[in-house]
């Protein structure tokens, strides 16, 4: 009988091998898996929910909703590549105090006219993203109530 170290050892000196391999059989496979991963979910509305708030949890599965609620409320399609982008560039920091991003946040607001592509995108905290509002970044910083300067 072997032990679980050769087992261990095995799949660590044929990792790229198995990845293709795997990845061989998922190209082949896409209908099948999709019917099924489908079907799984609906039986399983508790592991299935499960998994989801896992996964929510994690940096990129943030990143994935906010680009869900952001794709529902503004035109054109935000990619989470770009969401990814944006919030790399800046660091993971809001651009408005340096504190830790929750959200992102369109520079100039859906309602006046802004749209979702990465130009428009920039991570904010929930403080300053809530008090920024519907406003420009000028009116804003300025005080005003109003949207457009």
Do not use: F
């Amino acid at each position: 009988m072997m032990d679980a170290a050769y087992h261990k050892a095995w799949r660590d000196a044929h990792l790229e091998s198995r990845r293709a391999q795997d990845r061989a059989y998922w190209a082949a496979h896409r209908e099948q898996k999709r019917i099924y991963n489908a079907s799984y979910g609906a039986t399983h509305p508790d592991k299935n929910a499960a998994a989801q708030a896992r996964y929510r949890k994690t940096a990129r599965g943030k990143i994935a909703a906010l680009a869900h609620r952001m794709n529902r409320r503004a035109d054109g399609k935000v990619k989470i590549s770009d969401m990814r982008y944006v919030v790399d560039l800046y660091g993971g920091r809001c651009v408005y105090c340096d504190g830790p991003y929750q959200v992102i946040d369109h520079i100039l607001p859906v309602r006046l006219g802004g749209k979702n592509n990465r130009g428009n995108l920039a991570p904010a905290c929930q403080k300053c993203n809530g008090n920024k509002g519907a406003k420009t970044v000028a009116a804003w910083l300025n005080g005003a109530e109003g949207g457009a300067v």
